[in-house]
Antibody
């Protein structure tokens, strides 16, 4: 059974840093690109980062570029999201999601974790 | 910028057909995926590559695409279909989501 389990979310002050983790099981982790998607309270889904299966390619939207870094440890089947210079509008549930075919035009997110809550507030 | 537009809400009576539309410039050159998110739950993929269903998704869910519009159709709508539905595509290896449509089954 495919499982994704996020952790690391907490209450953090503006300007602070946080690292989220996502432990994967039930599939050959290094064969699949992975992503992070967030959802602010009462809002829609926002894609925030993607990484190729071997980690050589990383991608971000402008809203987080330069502040967030996605990485992975394929030896331990763990996905990470390093978040720096956090702002109040980064407050959200952060989901990790597995892609079907990579970070490409025909791909989709076929498995999602339960999410971890990040609250940025003083 | 590239945006995907969805109506904020759609209502349907039980047993009827619900149609949820996603529009965006250049969408005709890209595949769309659809996700269902029930209250308090994680999203679930219901359609990918415009019209394909993942294993376990009922045949009542179907997708199509024409021009700059992608459409999710749910036939014989049931109370358990009440959820938020999001379309999604890709632009230069980055994911883009629509704003979501809240489906209410009255």
């Amino acid at each position: 059974e495919v499982q994704l389990l996020e952790s690391g979310g907490e209450l953090i002050q503006p300007g602070g840093s946080l690292r989220l983790s996502c432990a994967a099981s039930g599939f050959t982790f290094n064969n699949y690109a992975m992503t992070w998607v967030r959802q602010a309270p009462g809002k829609g889904l926002e894609w925030v980062a993607g990484i190729s299966g071997r980690g050589g390619g990383t991608y971000y939207p402008d809203s987080v570029k330069g502040r967030f870094t996605i990485s992975r440890d394929n030896s331990k089947n763990i996905l990470f999201l390093q978040m720096n210079s956090l702002r109040a509008d980064d407050t959200a549930v952060y989901y990790c999601a597995k892609t079907m075919f990579g970070l490409s035009h025909d791909s989709a997110f076929d498995m999602w974790g339960r999410g971890t809550v990040v609250t940025v507030s003083s | 910028s590239f945006d995907l537009t969805q109506a904020p809400s759609v209502s349907v009576s039980p047993g009827q057909t619900a149609t949820i539309i996603c529009s965006g410039n250049k969408l005709e050159n890209r595949y769309a995926s659809w996700y269902q998110q029930r209250p308090g739950q994680s999203p679930v993929l219901v359609i990918y590559r415009d019209a394909l269903r993942p294993p376990g998704i009922p045949e009542r869910f179907s997708g199509s695409s024409s021009g700059n519009t992608a459409t999710l159709t749910i036939t014989e709508t049931r109370a358990l279909d009440e959820a938020d539905y999001y379309c999604q595509t890709w632009v230069n290896n980055t994911g883009v989501f629509g704003g979501g449509t809240k489906l209410t089954v009255l």
